[in-house]
């Protein structure tokens, strides 16, 4: 069985330019996450989502980050204008109503 | 107080020791909690599920205590390859927050 698929798997980009980041969850699950991953500030939870609508999304650290989930096989995570403070692994995960999360490979972003 | 701490270690012992991590909450409505662990580079993967008191999986016990409102980690036997950074989720109404992680080195 596919697990949770993401792209890219690292990114290296400017200052200033838009990021992409994208997320296929596995099917059947319910509940999508974003999370981001730094040495200083640990495994950060961005938003979530059920059943593809966003029910929380306080960790967003900013308007420059926006995330969207337009049917239940797709999730994407934005960041424009990129900073290089954005610098991260960012994990996706997905779930059941149970909790347990099944992450992605991650993201590696580097922002110059 | 954070919604979930942990003591970010590193926790060194040898081989075939025991070891126990703790983790705290805030949350005193979470109802299920998760130890995940992750390898260097990797991405976390669930260890064990606790759903009531505690949860015993082979070498790896899991114990809650509502009342002072924590969540405790015991590996026995330790082997090389339990090296890695151990986090704790107690789930709150599905927002799962994770703690910063306790890194357990298991050396010869």
């Known amino acids: 069985d596919a697990g949770v698929i993401q792209s890219p798997r690292h990114e290296v980009t400017e200052m200033g330019q838009e990021v992409t980041l994208r997320c296929k969850p596995i099917s059947g699950h319910n509940s999508l996450f974003w999370y981001r991953q730094t040495m200083m500030r640990g495994l950060e939870l961005l938003i979530y989502f059920n059943n593809n609508v966003p029910i929380d999304d306080s960790g967003m650290p900013e308007d420059r980050f926006s995330a969207k989930m337009p049917n239940a096989s797709f999730s994407t995570l934005k960041i424009q204008p990129s900073e290089p403070r954005d610098s991260a692994v960012y994990f996706c995960?997905?779930?059941?109503?149970?909790?347990?999360?099944?992450f992605g490979e991650g993201s590696r972003l580097t922002v110059l | 107080r954070k919604e979930v701490e942990q003591d970010p270690g590193p926790f060194n012992v040898p081989e075939g020791a025991t070891v126990a991590f703790n983790c705290t909450y805030s949350n005193s409505a979470s109802q299920s909690f998760f130890w995940y662990r992750q390898d260097c580079r990797k991405e976390p993967k669930l260890l064990m599920s606790v759903y009531s008191s505690g949860n015993e999986d082979g070498r790896f016990t899991a114990q809650l205590n509502r009342a002072s409102q924590y969540i405790s980690l015991l590996i026995r036997d330790s082997k090389l390859s339990d090296s890695a950074t151990y986090l704790c989720v107690p789930s709150g109404f599905q927002k799962l927050v994770f703690g910063t992680g306790t890194r357990l080195l298991v050396s010869p």
């Open positions: 995960a997905s779930s059941l109503w149970t909790g347990e999360l099944f």
